[in-house]
């Protein structure tokens, strides 16, 4: 790596835990891997964890990674593991409701896993393994080091912030809280959240390594995550800038533009990270996969130049279908709801402020919000645009609104026993889940007036909320007095084509396209049928000359090719812009697939 503002380096004087977060896609996996399998080559114990839910662990060392810690084949002394929520939060509710059975009456062990069922369950079970992993001996005696590699930026600040949550929660709460189980274990609980809120601000135990690529929405999210992180006491930080691009052929205009628009974002580097000890990496023309590559990332031996081709053609550029062939057919309908999907850093946030706007602009009545917890829809559009309505799912704002409303409604006609039960419960941080829920359902049922273009989380994040609205759909289905099929819920909407059309967006590499595949399983055993694959921001569907970038292009090809043959009902190819598709004029480009400003025609 070419450090600089670094003095020891990161694996010069490590902590025992090190934590590597960031914007999605910005390459935290690989740095992850690279520095664990750097610590067990040293001959430190390492165990390595995945805390997203969307996990490709696995793929990247090229070792099967399960629940349960395992030798990384060729890593001596590495060993790995992936936090699975869903298996977490089955061996929790057994724990909780296991102990109980045959000694309280059936319908009381029913309500207690109806307590136990939601996605908020899944939250607390994995965070329970999260913490398990940072103080319980007997889980992490035998390790050198405990290195994290964290979901994207939102999920992750989620995670770091329940240890405080549930500690004030349980601070005020005399009855019990449902979501954590029977009280009797709340006190346990309660020394385990202490224990970690310690260990992560502990300075000389803890170290979280913020990644960014050098990209003006990638820097502002790793400053807002610093001063988060910062204000939870965490300021044990690092900064690693990912991808750092240099252009080695004068004569390529994307090259020139992306090298200048690059070093542009590092001149206006925020205060806060500046500060901060940094490594900067640079773009390479491979996919860092596989244990070769990933020592050599950590070792820094090798770099843009040295794994260059001696081609300098991309050689000729595919004819790909373009995104507007999609507006055409959304503009046609002009009502429904649009789900953009894909891991995070693919540029969903994009893809969906650029769909919006084309949309608006052709006089459909158009809404677009965003679930992301770290959401960037107002930097994309940078300013309003005629007739678009923009919002977003603020899960503190909805959090406030349902307790209100419960406090109004519900609440109206209780004694101050029953008043006080009920407060206490919507103190709880499972409120959150329930509230963002209600906004979401609110987002499908105004699709059937207008379009609405949803911006998801990333994909882990996204699918929990997926899990709440089947099961929200179940229990309707379960208790209504009506007649089934005269019972309309959001999850059917979503099963609907006619509704709700689902663009799940990627880029042309190996870990998202896997990723994606993966997350559209997911929404097939839940009926709902993707409408379409984006692959964005492809250099193959440009003419660039550059070494390193034509290098990276010829690595596309076969990927977009898997995605047309095998994966996509219908397929569009988003080139690689020469500018961010920051304001409206750039959004419409690139809706358009009209070339953006320095970009190769």
Known sequence: MNA???????????????????????????????????????????????????????????????????????????????????????????????????????????????????????????????????????????????????????????????????????????????????????????????????????????????????????LG????????????????????????????????????????????????????????????VPLLPNNLVGLDALRALADGSVTDADAAPTEASAGDRPDYPALSDLVDDIATAGHGLVMVMGKGGVGKTSIAAALAVELAGRGVPVHLSTTDPAAHVSEALGGEVPGLKVSRIDPEAETRAYTERVLTTTGKDLEADGRALLEEDLRSPCTEEVAVFHAFSRLVNEARRGVVVLDTAPTGHTLLLLDTTGAYHREVLRTSQVDPERVTTPMMRLQDPGHTRILMVTLPETTPVTEASQLQDDLRRAGIEPYAWVVNRSLAATDTTDPVLAARARTELPLIERVRDELARRLAVVPMLAQEPVGADRLRDLARGAPASGQPA
């Open 4 to 218: 600089s503002n670094e003095s020891p380096t990161l694996l010069d004087d490590p902590t025992r835990f090190l934590f590597f977060t960031g914007k999605g896609g910005v390459g935290k996996t690989s740095h992850a891997c690279a520095t664990a399998i750097r610590l067990a080559d040293a001959g430190r114990s390492v165990l390595l964890v995945s805390t997203d839910p969307a996990s490709n662990l696995a793929e990247v060392l090229g070792t099967e990674i399960g629940e349960a810690p395992t030798d990384v084949g060729g890593v001596p002394g590495l060993q790995a593991l992936n936090i699975d929520p869903e298996a977490a939060a089955d061996a929790y509710r057994e724990r909780a409701v296991g102990p109980v059975r045959g000694v309280l009456p059936d319908a009381a062990i029913r309500q207690m896993e109806e307590q136990l069922s939601g996605a908020c369950t899944v939250e607390i079970a994995a965070f329970d393994e999260f913490a398990a992993l940072l103080v319980d001996p007997e889980r992490i005696g035998g390790f050198d080091h405990v290195v994290f590699d964290t979901a994207p930026t939102g999920h992750t600040l989620r995670l770091l912030r329940l240890p405080a949550a549930w500690s004030g929660f349980m601070e005020q709460n005399e009855r019990g809280a449902s979501c954590l189980g029977p009280v009797s274990g709340q006190e346990a609980q309660r020394e385990r959240y202490e224990a970690t809120v310690s260990a992560l601000t502990d300075a000389e135990a803890t170290t979280v390594v913020l990644v960014s690529r050098p990209e003006a929405t990638s």
């Open 221 to 280: 999210e790793a400053e807002r995550t610093r001063r988060e992180l910062a204000g939870l006491g965490i300021r044990n930080q690092r900064l690693v800038l990912n991808g750092v691009f240099r252009a080695t052929d004068p004569g390529d205009p994307l090259a020139r533009a992306l090298e200048a628009r690059g070093e542009k974002s590092l001149e206006s580097l925020p205060e806060g990270l500046a500060d901060l000890p940094r490594s900067e």
